[in-house]
């Protein structure tokens, strides 16, 4: 399971910011707060107002990677064992007026996706005291996310709950 710690992908746990910008807020541009060293274009900043360079974030990320990964492997579970079963041939969305309108029940493979996490797994509760905007937390919920989502997807192959044909047919 990969959280996305390579460095195109750090937005997700921090804000990149262009050095132009920095020197607009602060006037004298600091340097990464772990290895000192002067940004090149950009910095990435975390909640706690710090400023770090890509490779010392995403080492950041990797070193949080395993015990968030050991967490959610450990906490992460299915709530229920009678899972609902999605038929494709009842796949419904609401047109775009029904759902300006209020409509917003959608009948479709990705909301039955959603569905399991919300309803048939612990993932509300697990994510409940996350802070997003703390780093520490982004980790711990996208390594929640990833977990789920891969026993959802157990779940939809080992259960066969996405029929694709009509028994009856």
């Keep these: 399971m990969d959280l996305g710690c390579g460095e195109e992908s750090l937005g997700s746990f921090g804000w990149s910011i262009p050095i132009e910008e920095i020197e607009e807020i602060l006037e004298v541009v600091p340097p990464c707060i772990c290895c000192e060293e002067a940004f090149v274009d950009e910095a990435i900043y975390d909640v706690n107002g710090e400023y ?39 796949e419904y969305r609401p047109t775009r007026e029904e759902y300006e309108a209020g409509e917003k029940y959608a009948n479709t493979e990705n909301s039955f996706r959603c569905q399991l996490r919300h309803e048939y797994t612990n993932y509300d509760s697990l994510i409940a005291g996350l802070d997003r905007d703390v780093f520490y937390d982004q980790i711990i919920y ?9 026993l959802v997807d157990e779940a939809i192959v080992q259960r066969d709950l996405i029929r694709y044909e009509r028994e009856d047919d």
Excluded: G, H, N
């Excluded at 996208?142 to 891969?150: G, L």
């Design 52 to 90: 770090y360079c890509k490779a010392c974030f995403a080492e950041m990320v990797r070193e949080l990677q395993p015990e968030a990964l050991a967490f959610a492997t450990e906490q992460c579970k299915f709530i229920s064992d009678d899972l609902p079963i999605f038929d494709p041939l009842e």
């Design 142 to 150: 996208a390594a929640i996310r990833a977990r789920i989502m891969e």
